[in-house]
């Protein structure tokens, strides 16, 4: 009798001392789920759930809620109608109470009118495009729930890619004596390239390096073989890439197959992708791209982030993980402001300072992300050997020396 | 330049022409516009990627076995959904859209949005004219040549190709004959689907194998057969190396324009259209049957 009144008092107690899980935090975490951009939005937001979850959940006011998160196909790289769709039937049918991700800054845009209209946070994991921060800039009562957790925004992506071709380009001169490096612009035909041609046309010369051409082939492009004929008699030393679609590994293989002697630098959205040494057959070495995670002490939390990440994916993350750090800013947000209303939470985070995994984030008044080299500019990786590996920016530590091809 | 120009027009031409050539027998012969045939093109790359990559099986085993599959395929296809419709040319079109979509969606739910890579027959390349061209291309060639070889054999030394080109003269005629006309189709399905699964399992080394991959071609594709002429196989190969060279001539004549060389190729497919509706070697439509 006494043991099973005792039992019974053991039971109650557990059951008063445990956290309550009636309610929870409904985060719709939005991405083209059939594609890596999405697998890593979901997989670095479960790591976020996972994580606080286990620590006891969100403390919202008095009580403890648990994370609950809703998969949201967004099929945006197919179709941004397909997006708008998904992001209203999180918020009307999921009833979600906040919103992470997106990538195609189409579809992010068309998506932020949705988020806008609900009055719902939106922190955005994926899109660059300047319209989505100058929005809140010029209608801040309507726009003020958007935040951009990554990347930077593209006039910010260029002077991470000029700071970072500067470097590459001090490497050439010290290796092969050439004051002036020739420079070919590779960059597939898309809005998101225009400004970055034009201002690496302006700017390069004043670099001291020398435009050889400009090529622009389709982001779809199957062959780049001509344009890689072209360049090699153009004697260019470097391949000035800004290229987001399949063409950056047809790039990145055909340069390799034809042993072009040239560097490929900028933004291979492919090249930032484990896959990408696969996709390429081997071929790809020496391609280098700007990118987000490594194992490098990008923040204190960078490391063990990303040897986790590889420990429970088999691969390592992209920069869409980062819902992983919005998850956690809105935790963070959250507890200070003791409450789920939208609202309160937009002047926490407008204050906070985020030490992530990413980087160290702080927004402007366009809720885009304070640019900083070594805070949220992030870092430029190369092919080499199979692995990627991270060489700017060079003070933050564990990073590795850029190499050039053999015939260089 | 010149000689950049020549030796990229030449080995695109080539890919190109692996392409059209099943295209255009299909067309040719049994009359079916089959907008799928770079969906089995696609087929063919991911079933050398499935069994080269993923199985470890060696890629001179991968080849035939991958070519084997994409015809087995295509004759059930042929079956379900070619067969019931086809005396009705525009639900053939839709019907072959609407398998080439099936087969896209199909691997992307098997094999997600990725892009993967097959590795090629030969690694490394070789200088002609001063001009490096990898050895992988050179294959795609070295198919090419094959597979004409291969078609005009059975197309001029078998009793099939014999009922194949009476097939294609007249149906009603070669039916009365006693010509089982509707196996010989089928065949020749069969046959253009090895063509196209040739094309994709040497291609597939040169490009990127994804669930799109079949559009980008089929376009081009499209205006080779229209500039060659419908169902002429030496419209087919002649036009492959015209937009081959026009492609190489638009980039190194326009290099910020280099996207444009799909839409030289189609403005060129309109330009035949208006002038030259038969193509270069196409029977008028006014004397079609």
């Known amino acids: 009798m006494l043991r099973t009144l005792l039992s019974a008092t053991a039971i109650l107690g557990l059951a008063l001392s445990a956290p309550s899980w009636s309610q929870t935090v409904k985060i719709a975490i939005l991405g083209p789920m059939a594609f890596v951009q999405g697998e890593n939005h979901w997989a670095g937001a479960e790591m976020a759930r996972d994580e606080i979850n286990k620590a006891g959940g969100i403390q919202v006011g008095g009580a403890k809620r648990r994370i609950e998160l809703v998969r949201v196909d967004t099929n945006e790289i197919q179709s941004v109608p397909d997006a708008t769709n998904a992001i209203e039937r999180a918020i009307s049918r999921d009833r979600a109470d906040f919103l992470i991700g997106g990538f195609r800054s189409e579809a992010v845009l068309a998506m932020q009118e949705v988020a806008m209209d609900a009055k719902k946070l939106f922190l955005g994991a994926g899109a660059a495009h300047s319209k989505l921060g100058l929005n809140v800039e010029q209608n801040y009562e309507r726009y003020k729930y958007w935040f951009r957790v990554t990347p930077t925004k593209d006039v910010d992506l260029a002077r991470t890619v000029f700071a970072v071709l500067g470097t590459v380009a001090g490497q050439i001169r010290t290796n092969l004596k050439r004051e002036t490096p020739k420079v070919a612009i590779v960059a597939e035909k898309a809005v998101w390239t225009e400004a970055l041609v034009a201002a690496a046309q302006k700017n390069l010369p004043a670099m001291k390096m020398e435009v050889v051409g400009t090529w622009q082939p389709s982001a779809v492009a199957t062959d780049v073989t001509a344009e890689l004929s072209a360049i090699k008699r153009a004697n260019a030393d470097i391949v000035f890439t800004l290229l987001s679609g399949p063409v950056g590994i047809v790039l990145g293989r055909q340069m390799g197959e034809l042993q072009l002697p040239a560097v490929a630098f900028g933004i291979n959205v492919e090249g930032q992708k484990d896959e990408f040494w696969q996709a390429t057959a081997g071929k790809g070495n020496y391609v280098s791209t700007l990118d987000t995670f490594s194992e490098v002490e990008m923040t204190p939390n960078t490391i063990a982030f990303v040897k986790a990440f590889k420990e429970r994916y088999k691969r390592a993350p992209t920069y869409n993980a980062a819902t992983y750090d919005a998850i956690k800013i809105l935790k963070s947000a959250i507890e200070q402001a003791g409450t789920l209303d939208a609202d309160k939470l937009i002047p926490v985070i407008e204050k906070m300072e985020h030490v992530g995994v990413a980087g160290t984030d702080t927004w402007d008044k366009r809720h885009d992300l304070v640019w900083a080299i070594g805070k949220t500019a992030g870092i430029a990786v190369q092919w080499q050997d199979g692995k990627k590996v991270p060489f700017w920016p060079p003070q933050v530590k564990g990073m590795q020396p850029f190499k050039m091809p053999a015939s260089k | ?289």
């Open chain 2, 1 to 289: 330049m010149f000689q950049d120009i020549l030796i990229t027009g030449l080995v695109n031409g080539g890919v190109y022409a692996l392409l059209a050539i099943g295209f255009s027998l299909i067309f040719g012969v049994a009359r079916i516009v089959n907008i799928a045939h770079t969906a089995f093109y696609m087929l063919a790359a991911y079933a050398l990627y499935a069994l080269a990559v993923k199985g470890g099986v060696p890629l001179a085993a991968a080849i035939p076995l991958s070519v084997i599959a994409v015809v087995a395929i295509s004759l059930l296809c042929y079956k379900l959904v070619i067969e019931p419709v086809r005396r009705h040319d525009a639900a053939v079109l839709i019907a072959t859209i609407a398998l080439g979509l099936v087969f896209q969606e199909t691997l992307l739910i098997s094999f997600g949005g990725h892009y993967l890579g097959v590795p090629a027959i030969a690694d490394g390349f070789a200088s002609v004219l001063g001009v490096r061209v990898s050895y992988q291309r050179l294959v795609v060639l070295a198919a090419v040549a094959l597979v004409l070889a291969a078609t005009w054999l059975l197309l001029n030394r078998t009793r099939l190709g014999l009922a194949i080109r009476a097939a294609a003269n007249d149906l009603e005629v070669a039916n009365l004959m006693g010509i089982n006309v509707e196996r010989v189709a089928m065949l020749t399905v069969a046959f253009s689907a090895a063509l196209a699964a040739v094309a994709g399992a040497a291609v597939a080394p040169v490009f990127v194998v994804d669930p799109f991959m079949w559009l980008p071609p089929l376009v081009t594709m499209l205006a080779i057969v229209v500039l060659g002429g419908l169902g002429s196989l030496k419209g087919s190969l002649i036009g492959a190396f015209i937009i081959g060279f026009v492609e190489a001539i638009t980039v190194f004549a326009v290099p910020s324009g280099a996207y444009l060389k799909g839409a030289v190729a189609l403005t060129i497919m309109v330009v035949v259209l208006l002038i030259r509706p038969e193509g270069l070697y196409g029977v008028a439509f006014e004397e079609e049957r």
